[in-house]
């Protein structure tokens, strides 16, 4: 139609228009229910076609009629597309718009408005949407909405999306073909049908969870992020199959936030219940704690779902040299801890033969017989490096009763006094002040 009005009508009964091919509207108006004087009855409207209004045309029904007004979109098999360039209009009581069984709408990034209308898909049907707002962004209609838990609804937008609130909890298909921007899960999903990540698109899975009956197509970039809330213990997102072989394709970006993680933690990120996967993501890209390495043959091998956490080795624990003492002295230990996490280190330090412990990183001891020390510094990654510190114990030497000369007169000389020789031992003898050695100061004998 191009120019002038054309104009439904019916006063009481109801009046079905089905229209097998499509509706341009390029000028003027299209008034699906509209007379002067006319009031009262329906008009339905059932387009197996295409809608397309351009810009400076009116589409839609007017503002005064009473009585009922739908469009189905009713092709049955196949797509269908909606462009609004020009006006919509849906009067005081609004158009029911409904997307029959077997019908796919492509909506592109045009909009279903109106204070009144309400939007409708059907069992089996489907919905494209490229709006930037959302799902919500593409019906704005402002009656009931319903969308149906047995439909299939795909996101090819050129910009990023979020599926918005109006995308049912449980869907039979979910596909994502926007291969500009990532599309944003915005509550969890359970799939019933396939998800399908196209070639070139991306799904941030937003910290939600997917849930699917079938092996999903995965051929695009997958965002998951997750939240560690204890130890090994996460939230987040996470994608469970119920039944089949869980097969990976594409590329997978992870993220973690709360917690630190730890060596031997392990992020369940995939779960298939009946225990088999094939393939491998083309890539994992994932946290990494300091000191830690990551581990994702799981994902890239098919063989799991999880990604987990092991020390890097570069964790080292020092202490003081090995060192010979003689009984009843002490000696500081000196333990320290460098590398892995950086941070957060812990000491403990035991015994061969058993009988010392400390938490301290610098103990002192004073062993009475030879004794190994073992450190273990622990990082605040769960890591640990060990080193030992071998004490050996000299006993202090015996020494005999000093023998001699009878106590000495002042002005005397030539006195001797000796200790019987030990063998090994090395003497210095000390006399009061104003007498002096003579002979032997180092010897047993003086």
Known sequence: ?????????????????????????????????????????????????????????????????????????????????????????????????????????????????????????????????????????????GGTKTFSTAGNYSFNGTVAQVTGASLPTTVTNLTIANTAAAVQLSGNVTVNGTLTVSSGASLDFNSKTVTTAHPPVLQGALTMEVNKTSPNTFTGSKLTQTAGTLTYGGTLTVSASGNALQTGESIPLFSATSGNYANGFGSVTGPAGPGLTRNVAQLTGGTGGNITFGCDGTLTASAAADTTICSGHSYSLNGSGSQGSGTGYTFSWTSTPSGFTSSAANPSVSPTFNTTYHLTVTDSAGCQATKDVVVTVNPLPSTSAITGSSPVAIGQAGKTYSVTPTSGSSYAWTVPSGTSITAGGTGPNN
């Open 1 to 141: 139609m191009c120019g002038g009005v054309l104009c439904g009508n019916n006063n009481n009964g109801a009046e079905v228009v089905n229209l097998a091919g499509n509706l341009n509207v390029t000028g003027g108006q299209c008034l699906l229910k509209s007379s002067s004087g006319v009031s009262g009855g329906s008009v339905t409207w059932n387009v197996s076609g295409n809608i397309s209004v351009s810009s400076g045309a009116t589409f839609g029904r007017a503002t005064s009629m009473t009585g009922g007004c739908a469009i189905s979109f009713a092709k049955g098999s196949g797509t269908q597309t909606y462009s609004m360039a020009g006006t919509l209009t849906d009067g005081s009581l609004g158009i029911g718009w409904t997307v029959a069984s077997g019908s796919t709408l492509d909506l592109g990034t045009s909009v279903i408005s109106g204070t009144s209308s309400t939007f409708t898909t059907q069992s089996g049907s489907g919905l494209i949407a490229a709006h930037g707002s959302r799902l919500d962004g593409n019906i704005t209609a």
